[in-house]
């Protein structure tokens, strides 16, 4: 069965500065799917960035990039210039046609930017 | 705004009652997924319909159902209440599974 794994359960850095959250995943399969989502104190849910597995070029969404090592099954979020607003539980969630494309998720990390 | 809109954002009632959730997708998404997250928690996925009929079924309770309608929207039926089921309830959809899911704001249930 697949699974995830965000190994660091909260972190907090300054403003400005660029941050890393960890990801791993253990599957089998070759063909599948990478998402981070943010759960600010709002509470809604809001996808951050997708991965699909058979694309080597990491996906970037604006100060959002990830770091996504096939081989080593590892799938980290580099947060960017970070921003009081970044202040979220970031979710890791892995999709496959195996799982029946069902979100496997990760405990979450929460990621606190100090002013 | 997601598109995805779930009613009511906020519900307050008593041990041992029936409540009903509400989700309506956003347009042009056929699949509907209902998750629940505790206080502190992840996300549970309670279960998923497609176009009307049920897909997959995760940690539901027995106590619990849910439907889609010919409209697309759904909703889901909590009965007997138990101070356990406080949570927030998300409804999400999907045009595409692997574009990932658009979740709405959430009902927040308060069971006293």
Redesign the interface.
């Known amino acids: 069965a697949q699974t995830v794994t965000q190994s660091q359960p909260e972190m907090s850095v300054q403003e400005a500065e660029t941050v890393t959250l960890s990801c791993t995943y253990d599957t089998s399969e070759n063909n599948y799917?990478l998402?981070w989502y943010k759960q600010p104190p709002?509470?809604?849910?809001?996808?951050v960035i997708?991965q699909?597995a058979y694309k080597q070029q990491n996906a970037t969404e604006n100060r959002f990039s990830v770091n996504f090592q096939k081989a080593a099954k590892s799938f980290s979020l580099k947060i960017s210039d970070s921003q009081l607003g970044d202040t979220a539980m970031y979710?890791c969630a892995f999709?496959s046609p195996d799982s029946?494309?069902?979100?496997i998720?990760?405990?979450?990390t929460k990621l606190i930017i100090k002013p | 705004d997601s598109g995805v809109t779930q009613t009511p954002k906020h519900l307050i009632t008593a041990t041992g009652q029936r409540v009903t959730l509400r989700c309506s997708p956003r347009s042009g998404d056929l699949s509907v997924y209902w998750y629940q997250q505790s206080l502190d928690q992840g996300l549970q996925f309670l279960i998923q319909y497609y176009n009307g009929e049920e897909r997959a079924k995760g940690n539901i309770l027995e106590r619990f159902s849910a439907q889609q309608f010919p409209d697309l929207h759904s909703e889901l039926n909590l009965s007997s209440l138990e101070l356990g089921d406080s949570a927030l309830y998300f409804c999400a959809s999907s045009v595409v599974q692997n574009y990932g899911y658009t979740f709405g704001s959430g009902t927040r249930l308060t069971v006293v």
Request: aromatic residues 24%.
């Open positions: 799917y998402f709002s509470r809604q849910m809001i996808l997708r699909e979710f999709m029946n494309y069902q979100l998720w990760g405990a979450g």
